[in-house]
């Protein structure tokens, strides 16, 4: 990875630092070489600091570090895409961001769609998707059904950790059947969507 440093007087590149499970953008810091170095050798985020004039780590202070998972440099070498793993709020306000967003994983479903995809063209062995896909359409169908009613039964009850339980099997089958007829959540929400604009 080659980073031009020496494109900007004071030798500080910016560093934008993502979350790299929800892939909200948190935070914008700068870095010099050292300060990278740093990040790579410790596996915690760290800065060059114009106000301090030093190399800062985030959450030296706080405990609330941004735990190194990935870097990538941008095609003019002169800007850092930092993905990490939050330890706590970004922002020094307590807010999870410097934008004062809410940082929330939004994009897990189409990654299971993905993931179901994957093992359903290029099966893992003792993957269970890959197992019921080869079963057919009836079986996933009937699979559907079965955890439709099994949702509910929980609906009926006051145990909300069995209704989620069974919310999710629901959820993860009728992913699975979408995708054997050809189809996913996006085929979906287009339908809802559509209906929303008529009413």
Same mark, same amino acid.
């Given at each position: 990875?080659?980073?031009?440093?020496?494109?900007?007087?004071?030798?500080?590149?910016?560093?934008?630092?993502?979350?790299?499970?929800?892939?909200?953008?948190?935070?914008?810091?700068?870095?010099?070489?050292?300060?990278?170095?740093?990040?790579?050798?410790?596996?915690?985020?760290?800065?060059?600091?114009?106000?301090?004039?030093?190399?800062?780590?985030?959450?030296?202070?706080?405990?609330?570090?941004?735990?190194?998972?990935?870097?990538?440099?941008?095609?003019?070498?002169?800007?850092?895409?930092?993905?990490?793993?939050?330890?706590?709020?970004?922002?020094?306000?307590?807010?999870?961001?410097?934008?004062?967003?809410?940082?929330?994983?939004?994009? *897990?479903?189409?990654?299971?769609? +993905?993931?179901?995809?994957?093992?359903?063209?290029?099966? #893992? =062995?003792?993957?269970?998707? /890959? &197992?019921? *896909?080869?079963?057919?359409?009836? +079986?996933?169908?009937?699979?559907?059904?079965?955890?439709? #009613? =099994?949702?509910?039964?929980? /609906? &009926?009850?006051?145990?909300?950790?069995?209704?989620?339980?069974?919310?999710?099997?629901?959820?993860?089958?009728?992913?699975?059947?979408?995708? /054997? &007829?050809?189809?996913?959540?996006?085929?979906?929400?287009?339908?809802?969507?559509?209906?929303?604009?008529?009413?």
């Amino acid at each position: 990875m080659q980073v031009n440093f020496s494109k900007y007087p004071d030798q500080l590149v910016p560093a934008i630092v993502q979350d790299a499970q929800t892939k909200m953008v948190l935070m914008l810091g700068f870095m010099n070489e050292e300060a990278l170095k740093q990040t790579e050798e410790s596996g915690k985020v760290t800065f060059f600091s114009r106000s301090k004039g030093r190399l800062w780590t985030k959450g030296e202070e706080s405990g609330n570090f941004l735990m190194l998972k990935n870097i990538a440099v941008d095609c003019d070498n002169d800007t850092l895409l930092i993905k990490a793993e939050p330890v706590g709020p970004v922002c020094h306000t307590g807010a999870d961001t410097c934008w004062n967003e809410e940082n929330q994983e939004t994009d *897990f479903l189409p990654y299971l769609e +993905k993931v179901i995809a994957e093992r359903r063209v290029l099966p #893992v =062995e003792e993957s269970y998707i /890959a &197992k019921l *896909f080869s079963r057919g359409i009836n +079986k996933l169908a009937q699979k559907v059904g079965e955890e439709a #009613v =099994e949702v509910v039964i929980e /609906a &009926k009850d006051n145990n909300d950790h069995l209704f989620l339980e069974e919310s999710a099997d629901l959820l993860f089958h009728y992913l699975m059947l979408l995708q /054997a &007829k050809g189809f996913t959540l996006k085929d979906v929400t287009g339908v809802l969507r559509e209906r929303h604009v008529k009413k």
